[in-house]
C-alpha cells in the first residue's frame, strides 16, 4: 500500500531549517491523510535538474524556498494569478505534464495578520521593508485589503521604484495609494502596519531605521521566525505590538496543502506548538 501515499518536498538552500515537513505532517495528521513530505537540499546551480528527478520519481508537489523562487517561477508550465504578478513560485503541482506555479506567501501573512493578530488591512497605513522576493510576493495580496497607502522602503531605494513602477496599475485598481519613500524619511510618517521583508533578520544586520518609526498603536512584523531580532527590539523599545512570521509561515503551508489536496486545515494548534518548542 506505501506506493500509493502520495509524495511531497521542500527544496531550498540551505534546508536543513525547514519547518515544512513538521506542518505537513501536523496537517496530514489532522485531516487523516497519509502523505510522504521531505526536506531537499538542491546545490545553487543544480535547481532545475533537482526538480525534474523528483518528477520521474513520481512526486504530487513541492514547496519551494530561498533561493530558488524565481527559478520555480521559470519551471512552471502554468502560473496562478498570484505567482504570475509576484513573479515567484513557492509552490509547485504536478500533474500529467503540466506543472502549475503558485504563489501562497502573501495569502499567508494576510491570513496571519487578520485571522492570528486581527489586524485588518483595510484602510490602512503599512509600511513595507524590503525590495527582494519576500517583498514582492506579498505586496498584491495586502492590495487586495484595500488599505489606504501602501509605502515601500529599501536600503536601494531603485528596487523599490523598480516594484512601484511594476505594482502601480494594480494598486490603483483597489484604490491605493501605492509610494516609495527614503529609509530615513519614514520616522516623518504615520503607519497603522510596519513589516520588514528583508534578509536584514536572517543575518542579524541594522536596517539603519530610526526607532522612531514605531509607537504604541501599530504592529511591527517581521517575515522572520525562530528568534527575537534587531528590528522587534526596536520596536518593543517604543512600544509597538510585534509578531514574527511563523504564523505566516504557517498559513502559507496551509494555503498549499490545499492547493494539493482540497481540504483547508486548521493552523492555530500547529502554530501554538511549533511556538511551544
Sequence with gaps: MTDLKKRFAVIGNPIHHSLSPQIHAAFAKETGLDIDYEAVLSPLDQFKNTMHQLIQQKLTGANVTLPFKKEAYQLATTHSS????????????????????????????????????????????????GAGGAAEGVIYSML???????????????KSNVIQNKMDVHAKSFDVNLNVTEILKCPHQYFDVIINATSASLINAELHMDPKVFHEGCLAYDMMYGKETSYIREAISQGSKTSDGLGMLVEQAAEAFFIWHHIQPTTKSVIESLRSH
Design 82 to 129: 498570484h505567482a504570475r504578478i509576484a513573479e515567484a513560485v513557492n509552490t509547485l503541482e504536478f500533474k500529467e505534464n503540466e506543472i502549475i506555479g503558485h504563489n501562497t506567501d502573501g495569502i499567508g501573512l494576510v491570513k496571519d495578520l487578520e485571522q492570528n493578530l486581527d489586524t485588518h488591512l483595510k484602510n490602512k497605513k503599512i509600511l513595507l521593508i
Design 144 to 158: 487586495e485589503k484595500k488599505p489606504s497607502e501602501l509605502t515601500l522602503t529599501n536600503r536601494t531605494i531603485e
